[in-house]
Every structure is written in C-alpha cells, then in structure tokens.
C-alpha cells in the first residue's frame, strides 16, 4: 500500500467510525476464508459489517473520536465490527460465532463512548432486539389507558350491580 492509499483508508475508517454507534474488536486468527466470509454475510444481514486492516491504520482512525480507547486492543489480527444503529444485533451475531468458532476472541468494544469488555458484550447480546423492546413499550402504553378505563367503567358497573340487586330484592318481598 502506498501512502495515498493508507490516506485513503484511513480516511475511509474514520467516517464510519464517526457515524458508528458500536464498534467491536475481535482477533480473528485461525479462521478461514470462508468461514470469515459466513460472519460477514451473517453480520450484513443485521446491518452491520467487518472490516479488517492494518493496526497502525485503526489506530490512526479512531484518533479524536469516542471509540479512542480501542487503539490499546488493535495487536495481532485485529478485525472491527462496526454497526451504525442498532447495537444488539453485532453483539448477538458475534457471540454466537465465537461459541461456533472458538479460534475467533472477542477482545473489547465500544458503545457509545463506553468501553465494553467480553462479558459486558456478552450480556448486550442477551437483550432482546430493539423491534421487541419497542413492543413490550408499546404494551405497556396501552395497558395504562386500559386499565384506566376499566377503573372508570367499574363505578357506574358496580351501581348498576347494586341497583339491580335491591330490584331483585323487592321483587322476591312482593
């Protein structure tokens, strides 16, 4: 690579590190080509990608934004996972590698602006995706009107219930 292309690449990294919301270290020694590629296309379907370069070019790339402190990790083979918004789903599919490729390490990663170490990535995974976060918020919203309408509809029901009960009472005295 000539400098212009590590400009380039550099540069590159940088602005998907800007827009990035987690962005994930593994070493990704001992995989092959093609189990790489499964991971990739794994990754792309939960939008969410792989990047693998050198160490001093991630090092360059992260300089003045929030995932810095990932310049300590970037030795070995380093490979980036980056996710530009939801950061669950990176977790989940990476995890879920490891535990089927044990030659690929989970190293740290950062969420926005907060350094995750493995188990912290691991828990992150655990956590239901955002679309069943939104549903179980968007129960609870129409449980609290429900079950206000229900409180106001048992008044006047429990007056009708005791009004019918002295009608049935006066019925049986006649």
Aim: glycine fraction near 2%; proline fraction near 4%; charged fraction near 25%.
């Amino acid at each position: 690579m000539n400098r212009l292309e590590k400009a380039a690449e550099v540069d590159d990294l940088s602005s998907r590190f800007g827009k990035a919301k987690i962005a994930i270290v593994t070493d990704y020694r001992g995989l092959t080509v093609s189990v790489f590629q499964e991971l990739r296309k794994e990754l792309k379907k939960n939008n969410a990608e792989i990047r693998v370069a050198k160490n001093t070019l991630l090092k360059r790339a992260v300089q003045d934004t929030s995932f810095e402190p990932l310049q300590e990790h970037f030795s070995g083979t380093s490979a980036i996972t980056i996710s530009y918004d939801d950061p669950v789903s990176p977790a989940k599919v990476l995890t879920t590698f490891v535990k089927a490729h044990p030659e690929m390490v989970i190293r740290c990663g950062i969420l926005d602006g907060n350094s995750l170490t493995e188990s912290d990535l691991v828990d992150l995974s655990k956590l239901p995706s955002r679309e069943v976060l939104l549903a179980k918020v968007l129960s609870v919203m129409n449980a609290v009107p429900t079950s206000f309408v229900q409180v106001l509809n048992a008044v006047p029901q429990s007056l009708v219930f005791a009004l019918q009960a002295i009608r049935e009472q006066k019925e049986q005295d006649n």
